[in-house]
């Protein structure tokens, strides 16, 4: 297991469309965070799941998001009628919790969304 | 949530050190000082961490103030590889917090440009 992963890389999109965004963590991370990061600004937090259960949203993610965890393991978000706005790269992270080896955070390289 | 300043912008000769400061002067008792880095393209990366005691590890070391209101991450001999955004977090002791209690809250941090 080498990282976390996130597939696409890049997603050009026209405005209107829905995209949805894979993320591979660490297999035995059972802590998993969605970020977005818009140029020149730091990843700002959207979401998070304790293994299946998504436990809390932040006020950036609108209904037109929505990210699950069905078995615990991968996780995907989806954006529904994209806008302009949502253009950022999305970046998925993955952390052992207290029972788990290791520490921190560990980020994939990110999903860079371009609405069009 | 404790702040963190740090400035926008630093240069470093490739092979001198580079010594990054933050200043974290409202940071409370149980926090840590969490320092992550962000090369162009790819999602953040965990480098060291520390509660009061300096700390050290292959890649940095990490300086905390006695008070510990500031601190200083050294990168001993900067590569060109080292260019990057580097971030300083405070946060509480995230192997027992997830969400927004454990999540991690990014600023700007600071870019450094190792130069030949």
């Known amino acids: 297991d080498t990282g976390v992963s996130q597939d696409p890389r890049h997603k050009i999109t026209k405005r209107g469309q829905n995209v949805t965004f894979r993320c591979d963590p660490i297999?035995?991370?059972?802590?998993l965070y969605w970020y977005r990061q818009t140029l020149g600004q730091g990843p700002e937090f959207l979401t998070y799941f304790q293994n299946e259960a998504q436990l809390e949203k932040s006020r950036l993610l609108s209904d037109r998001f929505s990210a699950e965890r069905p078995k615990g393991s991968f996780s995907t978000l989806e954006i529904q009628r994209t806008e302009q706005g949502d253009s950022a790269m999305y970046l998925c992270a993955s952390s052992p919790g207290r029972t788990g080896r290791g520490y921190g955070y560990t980020f994939g390289s990110g999903t860079r969304l371009t609405v069009v | 949530d404790a702040k963190t300043t740090q400035p926008p912008s630093m240069d470093c000769a490739e092979g001198r050190a580079a010594n990054l400061p933050c200043n974290h002067s409202t940071i409370s008792g149980n926090e840590y000082v969490y320092w992550y880095r962000q090369i162009h393209s790819q999602g953040p990366q965990y480098i060291i961490h520390?509660?009061?005691n300096n700390e050290t590890n292959e890649m940095a070391s990490l300086i905390i103030t006695e008070d510990r209101k500031s601190s200083t991450l050294i990168l001993p001999h900067a590569t060109l590889r080292d260019t990057a955004v580097y971030y300083c977090?405070?946060?509480?002791?995230?192997?027992?917090?997830?969400?927004?209690?454990?999540?991690?809250?990014f600023g700007k941090g600071t870019k450094l440009s190792v130069k030949p």
């Open positions: 520390g509660l009061k």
């Open positions: 977090i405070v946060r509480v002791d995230l192997r027992d917090y997830g969400g927004s209690q454990g999540n991690l809250i």
């Open positions: 297999s035995e991370h059972n802590r």
